[in-house]
């Protein structure tokens, strides 16, 4: 082992943050050497509003070898498919925005130029009518997919709605159980090396030292090292995504589970329902320039469908990212790298992906500025990614019946964003850029969901026989609607294989 290796990882923080990347992290200490320790206190909540989740989770899981009926018994999980968007383009608007694809292509040319040629004239479905993702989501049905290439139900995707709080306690035990160490305790210091100003030791307020060689921040909002120590500043992304206030609160699950997340707007934000076995989550993210706390409140309690179970857990954030993600010898996770509203189930992504990344860069002691340089630009540009993908949702409302909506239709948007927007308006174009989280079946979903229609489709797509192409389009809404109706129901799924304990 060289002279220079890691031997001692300290994340600070547990949490979901935490324990996803102690779990991940605890393979280091297969070399006899290395240490990983979480230091954490009972004393400090976690936020654990982060209970949806996207298809990527599948593969942290399988990663560390979890179970899945297992995972989800211990957090009262159900299956998502998508997310449902209510009363976004217009009051009243109602789509699915599912995971897995729209249809096939024909001839190398995009499915969805087709739609575009052929709905309008009444010779296609509506688009979700080719997902047999989305088409099992409204039927309230689940099945794993079939790996069997060419079959429909190969591009059934689906992820997770779990209790985040029980997650990251699912995951201390795996952790714990592989020699990971907790140590209980508030840290009072923070210790740094002269002359660099390395992190050498968190101190706790019981006098407790505890040195290392690497950090990893997983402190929440605070940023208690990557921020509170070394300084590292903050992007504002609050004139893109006002919202800056949450309430979080639980209420009785009701019957059916359905199995995907609905994100209802409200006058100056929206609302997020995700349905669990043992309750139902629910919040509503809103910007207090056009609402008080108390209507905030009040618009949340109203629209519950089950019986309240807690009062409202208010939240104050800033959207946004650190300016570093990982700064000397100390890395950011979750919320103390940044914050990006949970409209897209992406929290949990992030902290997944930094994980990731740091291991395909994991540091000696040397701690090379190359492989750091590369993380934070790597890290910058997929939150920018994503930060262009939720505020697209606000650009494109068509509510004029109060003033946040109008504000959003209205703002300035990143350069980005634009060029995504009037690439799609002008022929229906979808393009990603280094390969971005999210799929061109997902920009296509937002943006027809929400109203842009583009002025023209691919003229491609009239070089093939229009009785040829109505035909397959038949066929393909055919082949999706069997399918998904084969499948049990989502409830039942859950009954055989994964009921959590009473």
């Known amino acids: 082992m060289s002279d220079m290796a890691i031997r001692s990882v300290v994340i600070v923080g547990g949490g979901t943050a935490g324990w996803m990347a102690a779990a991940a992290l605890c393979r280091l200490q297969l070399n006899g050497s290395t240490s990983v320790t979480v230091v954490e206190s009972d004393e400090i909540g976690v936020v654990g509003v982060g209970e949806a989740t996207i ?67 009444g010779l296609a479905a509506p688009l979700a009518e080719y997902n047999v993702t989305a088409v099992a989501a409204k039927l309230n049905r689940f099945f794993h ?39 209980e305790g508030k840290i009072a210091e923070v210790k ?24 990893i921040d997983c402190s929440g909002f605070r940023g208690l090292l990557i921020e509170q120590t070394l300084h590292c500043g903050y992007e504002d992304w609050s004139h893109w995504l006002p919202c800056d206030r949450a309430l979080a609160v639980p209420s009785e699950s009701v019957k059916p589970l359905i ?43 109203k629209n519950l469908d089950g019986r309240v179970l807690g009062e409202p857990r208010p939240l104050k954030f800033v959207t946004g ?36 990344r740091l ?35 606000y650009k494109l409302t068509q509510r004029d019946d109060a003033p946040f909506w109008r504000f959003c239709a209205s703002m300035e948007i990143p350069q980005t964003l ?20 999210f799929t061109e079946d997902s920009w296509l979903a937002v943006m027809l969901g929400q109203n842009l229609k583009p002025e023209r489709y691919d003229p491609l797509v009239d070089m093939l026989a229009q009785d040829n192409t109505v035909a397959v389009l038949r066929r393909m809404q055919s082949l999706v609607r069997q399918a998904a109706e084969s499948l049990p129901a989502h409830s039942d799924f859950i009954e055989r294989h994964c009921a959590a304990p009473a």
Request: net charge positive; with cysteine; proline share 5%.
């Open 55 to 121: 298809p990527p989770i599948r593969t942290y899981n399988t990663m560390l070898g979890l179970d899945e009926r297992e995972m989800l018994r211990a957090t009262g999980g159900t299956y998502k498919l998508g997310i449902e968007f209510v009363n976004w383009g217009k009051a009243g608007d109602l789509y699915l925005h599912p995971f897995g694809s729209f249809g096939r292509d024909i001839e190398a040319i995009r499915f969805h130029q087709f739609w575009l040629k052929y709905f309008p004239l």
């Open 259 to 301: 199995p995907y997340t609905r994100a209802t707007a409200h006058t100056a934000g929206w609302q997020w329902r995700i349905p669990l076995q043992h309750r139902t989550g629910n919040g509503y993210i809103y910007c207090s320039r056009y609402v008080s706390d108390d209507e905030a409140s009040a618009t949340v309690l």
């Open 145 to 183: 997919p079939n790996p069997e290439p060419g079959t429909v139900l190969n591009s059934f995707e689906y992820a997770y709605h779990f209790d985040a709080t029980l997650y990251g306690r699912f995951l201390r035990s795996y952790a714990e159980a592989r020699g990971v160490k907790r140590q």
């Open 359 to 393: 291991l395909a860069l994991f540091p000696d002691r040397t701690y090379n500025e190359v492989e750091i340089d590369e993380y934070n630009r790597l890290t910058e540009l997929q939150m920018e990614q994503i930060r262009d993908f939720i505020i697209l949702h």
């Open 192 to 215: 740094q090396r002269d002359p660099d100003g390395f992190i050498e030791a968190v101190v706790l307020a019981d006098g407790t030292r505890v040195s290392g060689d690497l950090f």
């Open 321 to 356: 990212r650190r300016r570093k993600f990982w700064n000397r010898n100390c890395v950011a996770l979750g919320l103390a790298a940044g914050f990006l509203e949970p409209l897209e189930s992406t929290s949990i992504y992030l902290i997944q992906s930094g994980i990731a």
């Open 418 to 437: 634009t060029r995504k927007i009037n690439l799609f308006r002008r022929r229906g174009r979808i393009v990603r850029y280094q390969d971005e989280l």
